[in-house]
């Protein structure tokens, strides 16, 4: 007998009755969405440009070009100075990243990407710095929001970020910049 | 391992409790993760009702298992994802080693899988000849440690800075007598890129199975499991049978709770969804049971496989926290680890590791009874005539004694006047481990009995 088969038949002495599944209704709060989602960007150790968008963003990564910084963009209408490479791990030295966001997530300041925004799927984590490019019209009041729009066809990644990478494995001391990227900027449009 | 003193619960709390300063220490460290989860959970109304919903999704789903496993795999397939059934750890690790080898690997990059320490992994690895890196940070220090994990969220909770100080000067060469937590954390990023740059593979547990996407959701603050299945073409992903939720919806739902309760952040910084392997890459999901299908055969028991491993009961439970994750003989401590491993304790101790405060079950985001379930461990252990040291030969004596009045109201008359008259240094070696820490009680002048019939008769 397969272990598949196995453990499906030791599945049938079950004991519980069957449940069943409850509705997941839950009322969102949806004042101030972008008031929210900065909230709690902050919290996650994030920082959101409200103003400015795209021309704003054009500047900061000149800006970093300037200084001699690695750029991939993802994000139409930015450019920076590297383009996608081979393979993932010639992105190692990346010093930013810009990836557009799918949709923000008021209640928690996090921000949906999806495979086909990122190049490489390890993107967004191998570079030094993140920068994320939302619409503010994209953001929505929770999770249960989020999930029903976001998409995620068959053989794709996505994955929400909130925030910087961090770890707080060292007696408790929070330290933002583990494996992923040290810091996260986001710029609405 | 040996029924041998030195095992038991009781008696590797009390090694840790040695040191009362390292105690209150470790106390303190759980308790502001408590707290945190207060504010965090408290933040939003609907914080009960998420609660109730991802109790009865969890039971639901538990009590269809069959369907959404299947339902699963199927999805997988269509998304060009591999599934392996496991029945147990043993045949988990040689599923595991056969993929490995057939790619010659050398080199795996591990994110936390509390799944793959139940099931001895690494070792079984290693002695093959593969080299497996733990990259969560914590994880990483106990394994340069050489330990294993003392909590489910944070496994180097024991540990102080200046203990990890030199152990990344004796391994990775940090400056001697180096303690500053960021410091250290920059020298273990440095030295961990290395290690995922040059892996041949990458493994991580599964937060969420959903059944109707075959897709797997992997939630790190690190970003250490996305650096580790994103670089090399091979990843591999082990889940127990009760990691699989029906669909999104219900994985929004986990989402919501999971680190709220773990750590009071509104969310991991990274909950990422597989849905297949990259291009030109390849995925594997090992689907495990190791003594899931027998717990769901006792309804009790069955409720522990709601868990969703947040490792709140632990950092609110009063035992744990002051007796080290190390002193419960099982991968994973504090209440969820009695839950689900007391029936694997030789020792049959940790199921009184417990006051039964039922905080654990109070603060548990999917409604685990722990409480319940700790409870009905130690009558599964009295009627399979495995009592811990001793009480096997007292408590039937004790039972005797408490039913005959005579024996109780005579003996009570006795102590009240002995805790009347004689010295407590006399009475105190009678009271046993009890007496230990506490000051003998003020005996009352008369049985409650008796002032009952007196005063309200």
Request: overall charge neutral; some cysteine.
């Amino acid at each position: 007998m397969s272990s598949k088969q196995h453990i499906l038949n030791a599945l049938k002495s079950a004991a519980m009755a069957p449940h069943a599944m409850p509705t997941i209704d839950v009322a969102p709060r949806i004042d101030d969405l972008v008031g929210q989602f900065e909230a709690n960007l902050i919290t996650v150790a994030g920082t959101l440009h409200r103003e400015g968008g795209l021309v704003n963003l054009q500047t900061t990564v000149d800006e970093h070009i300037a200084q001699g910084m690695q750029v991939i963009s993802m994000v139409e209408g930015i450019s920076g100075n590297r383009e996608v490479s081979a393979t993932a791990h010639e992105l190692r030295d990346i010093d930013y990243a810009v990836i557009p966001g799918d949709c923000g997530v008021a209640e928690n300041g996090a921000i949906w990407v999806n495979t086909k925004n990122l190049g490489h799927r390890v993107t967004p984590f191998i570079c030094e710095n993140l920068l994320l490019v939302i619409e503010a019209k994209s953001i929505v009041a929770n999770m249960h929001q989020a999930t029903s729009l976001m998409t995620l066809a068959p053989g794709e990644f996505g994955t929400f970020i909130a925030g910087p990478s961090k770890t707080a494995d060292i007696e408790q001391a929070l330290v933002v910049g583990a494996h992923g990227a040290c810091s996260l900027n986001v710029y609405l449009t | 391992m040996s029924t041998s003193k030195s095992n038991v619960h009781a008696h590797k709390a009390e090694i840790f409790c040695k040191d009362e300063s390292r105690v209150d220490w470790h106390s303190k460290a759980l308790w502001t993760l408590r707290e945190k989860r207060d504010r965090a959970a408290g933040s939003i109304p609907e914080w009960e009702q998420l609660r109730q919903i991802g109790s009865e999704m969890k039971l639901h789903t538990l009590t269809h298992l069959t369907e959404y496993l299947e339902e699963f795999e199927q999805n997988c397939i269509k998304n060009n994802i591999k599934v392996h059934w496991a029945k147990d750890g043993a045949e988990h690790n040689r599923i595991v080693h056969e993929i490995l080898a057939k790619h010659h690997v050398k080199k795996v990059v591990k994110s936390k899988s509390m799944l793959t320490e139940e099931c001895h992994m690494n070792p079984y690895l290693e002695e093959r000849g593969i080299e497996v890196i733990d990259t969560d940070l914590g994880e990483r220090i106990i394994q340069l440690a050489e330990m294993p994990p003392s909590h489910i969220v944070v496994p180097a909770i024991h540990m102080k800075k200046e203990e990890v100080g030199d152990l990344f000067h004796e391994k990775l060469g940090t400056n001697a007598g180096a303690s500053d937590p960021l410091y250290l954390t920059r020298a273990a990023r440095q030295h961990l890129r290395e290690k995922f740059l040059s892996a041949d593979a990458a493994m991580t547990g599964v937060n969420m199975a959903i059944a109707d996407q075959g897709a797997v959701v992997v939630c790190t603050n690190e970003g250490n499991a996305d650096m580790g299945a994103n670089l090399p073409k091979l990843q591999l992903h082990s889940m127990g049978i009760d990691k699989v939720v029906p669909n999104l919806e219900s994985a929004a739902v986990i989402l919501r709770t999971l680190a709220r309760n773990a750590t009071g952040q509104p969310i991991t910084t990274y909950s990422s969804f597989y849905r297949g392997p990259q291009d030109g890459g390849e995925m594997h999901v090992i689907i495990v049971d190791n003594g899931r299908t027998d717990m769901l055969k006792d309804k009790i028991l069955a409720e522990a496989l709601k868990c969703i491993r947040c490792g709140g009961c632990l950092n609110t439970c009063p035992v744990y926290r002051r007796s080290g994750g190390h002193s419960y003989n099982y991968t994973i401590p504090g209440p969820i680890g009695i839950a689900v491993g007391a029936q694997h304790d030789d020792t049959n101790s940790i199921a009184w590791a417990c006051t039964l405060c039922g905080s654990c079950s109070y603060v548990c985001p999917t409604k685990v009874p722990l409480d319940k379930i700790i409870h009905h461990h130690r009558r599964l252990k009295a009627e399979a005539g495995k009592l811990p040291y001793g009480k096997s030969n007292y408590m039937p004596l004790v039972g005797k004694f408490m039913a005959s009045e005579t024996a109780l109201n005579c003996s009570m008359g006795i102590a009240r006047m002995a805790l009347k008259i004689l010295p407590g240094s006399l009475l105190k070696p009678f009271s046993g481990a009890w007496g230990k820490y506490r000051e003998l009680p003020v005996a009352p002048n008369s049985s409650f009995e008796a002032w009952f019939k007196k005063n309200r008769g």
